[in-house]
């Protein structure tokens, strides 16, 4: 009777419970996050002594960059640009010194440049490349033997690793350093720069498993910081700027439409549907969702409120939502390392949410969109709160909605209670759809069957084909007690060192572990 009492209040709250924004209780974080800094400092890092100094505001192009509006410039790698004013911040003012817009001014993304002659510049220089993702770059089309890339070693912070493609397979080398602070991969050769030493074995393997050939081919530009360097600042865009193309999805709130800048860049168009949300709410809601930045989320980049329906402008993700993704494939295409790779990507967007004490809420497969090459963004931060309120990280639901029951940790479902414990929960549930290739979780299982037997205790088994550890993970996150899950930062390194775990991925006993 107790316990028929217990479920009949939970499936009363899960019927008027939330989804309406609210402002965060403390107000947002103040910190001020630049993410899309390409890691550069402002200093060039010059290797090569005898030459003179470039000047400090001399940058090389990395990637392609098409103009978007009259103000900024078109430049194509390997451009050569001056920066004149970097007072906008994320988007500098710059002259062009060689290339398509030669002698021209105007505007350009600072995370597409680096400084002339450091080693940011450099083809090959990926530092913030994770082993994982160096081999899908160096596997991915356009790269040949011997294509290769030197970035930072993930198990020892300030070392180096050199991740070269042999003969379809990824190899990668540490690169050490003498106590005189030249490099070496082997002890009978050590170099004063990392120039040098990608020289030489460019001419010669000397040891390797294959002479270096071209630099890695680099997979996409970067997500610029905003549309342009004046959408910054200016949240709220005309509307006539959008163009609405083809209808994308549609969610609870309204219809995602494919859209156009600007006449030239495209971005989605999430159109709400009128009377969904409060404008002053959501506009609230936006000034937080709009300081979160980093490369597995999805970026807010505008909106249009003055009018309904409201429009929220975020970057496009060609493939759609990942549930949609999974169930397309079915296992066709995408193998366990696929879906590991996916489900880190997932972790390290939310560990960052994690430490910007932000709470998603509605984390779920159908809230994770997918660009090309498996890359995963976190989407959907109209729930997302800040919340930070004296030992207490946790956020109360009130206003009511429609509810993920099968996503929802227990003390969600039962009392309310959201922090980023309850999207640890919804993680492994999220990990269950990616195993299951978009499957229902609790197949068979109506919502209420779901609240009884969680609050008894009941988990999901294993999907078919989970490794053991996987399924490990999985439960972890189920944990009855919230403090017993892991944190989003200790599910990111799980999965991505999840093969270093299993040693039978490691063949080849010349290589040097990174
Ligand atoms: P809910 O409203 O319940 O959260 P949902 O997340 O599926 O559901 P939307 O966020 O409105 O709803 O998205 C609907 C569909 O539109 C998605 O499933 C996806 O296919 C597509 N979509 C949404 N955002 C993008 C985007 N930025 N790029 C590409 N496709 C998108």
Redesign the pocket.
């Known amino acids: 009777m107790e316990i028929q009492k217990r479920l009949s209040a939970c499936w009363d709250r899960i019927v008027s419970c939330f989804r309406k924004p609210e402002q965060p209780k403390t107000g947002g974080s103040n910190k001020d996050t630049t993410f899309f800094t390409n890691g550069h400092t402002d200093e060039p890092k010059p290797f090569n002594r005898l030459a003179p100094a470039p000047s400090r505001n001399h940058y090389l192009a990395l990637y392609d960059y098409s103009a978007r509006t009259a103000d900024d410039l078109s430049f194509n790698t390997g451009d050569k640009l001056e920066a004149l004013s970097k007072d906008a911040g994320e988007w500098w003012f710059a002259k062009a010194l060689t290339g398509i817009s030669i002698n021209r001014t105007g505007y350009i993304p600072a995370n597409y440049v680096a400084p002339v002659e450091s080693i940011d510049a450099e083809p090959w220089y990926f530092p913030d490349t994770k082993r994982l993702d160096a081999e899908k770059m160096l596997l991915a089309e356009g790269n040949n033997h011997g294509a290769f890339l030197i970035r930072n070693c993930e198990s020892q912070k300030g070392e180096l690793s050199l991740s070269v493609l042999d003969h379809g397979r990824v190899k990668h080398y540490k690169l050490k350093k003498l106590e005189n602070g030249q490099y070496f991969v082997s002890r009978t050769k050590s170099f004063e720069t990392l120039k040098e030493l990608v020289e030489w074995y460019t001419v010669q393997a000397d040891g390797l498993c294959v002479r270096l050939g071209e630099p890695c081919k680099k997979l996409e530009a970067p997500t610029t910081y905003g549309l342009s360097y004046n959408t910054v600042d200016t949240w709220e865009i005309d509307r006539k700027s959008i163009k609405l193309g083809k209808k994308?999805?549609?969610?609870?709130?309204?219809?995602?439409y494919?859209g156009l800048w600007n006449d030239t860049t495209a971005?989605?168009v999430?159109t709400l549907k009128p009377g969904s949300m409060d404008p002053g709410d959501f506009l609230r809601e936006a000034q937080f969702m709009k300081r979160l930045r980093h490369a597995k989320l999805?970026q807010l980049y505008a909106v249009c409120t003055m009018e309904e329906p409201i429009y929220i402008i975020?970057?496009?993700?060609?493939?759609?939502?990942l549930?949609?993704y999974l169930q397309m494939d079915k296992g066709n295409d995408l193998g366990l390392s696929d879906q590991i790779e996916m489900a880190a990507q997932v972790a390290s967007g939310m560990a960052y949410l994690e430490q910007q004490n932000y709470i998603h809420r509605?984390l779920?497969a159908?809230?994770v969109?997918v660009g090309e090459n498996n890359i995963c963004k976190v989407?959907?931060f109209?729930l997302a709160r800040v919340f930070m309120v004296k030992n207490e990280n946790v956020y109360e639901a009130k206003e009511g909605g429609?509810f993920?029951v099968k996503w929802t940790a227990p003390e969600a479902i039962q009392d309310g209670i959201f922090s980023i414990k309850s999207d640890v929960w919804s993680f492994g549930i999220l990990l269950y759809e990616i195993m299951t290739f978009g499957q229902t979780p609790y197949p068979a299982m109506t919502n209420y069957q779901v609240v009884q037997k969680i609050l008894e205790g009941y988990r999901m088994p294993p999907p078919a084909k989970c490794p053991k550890p996987l399924y490990g993970i999985m439960s972890d996150c189920w944990k009855r007690d919230p403090q017993d899950r892991p944190t989003f930062e200790t599910l990111q390194w799980k999965l991505e060192d999840f093969f270093d775990l299993d040693t039978t991925s490691y063949d080849d006993a010349n290589r040097y572990h990174s």
């Open positions: 994308l999805g549609a969610g609870q709130f309204g219809e995602v494919e971005v989605a999430k999805i975020t970057e496009l993700m060609r493939h759609g939502s549930l949609e509605d779920a159908r809230n969109l989407a959907d109209g429609k993920p």
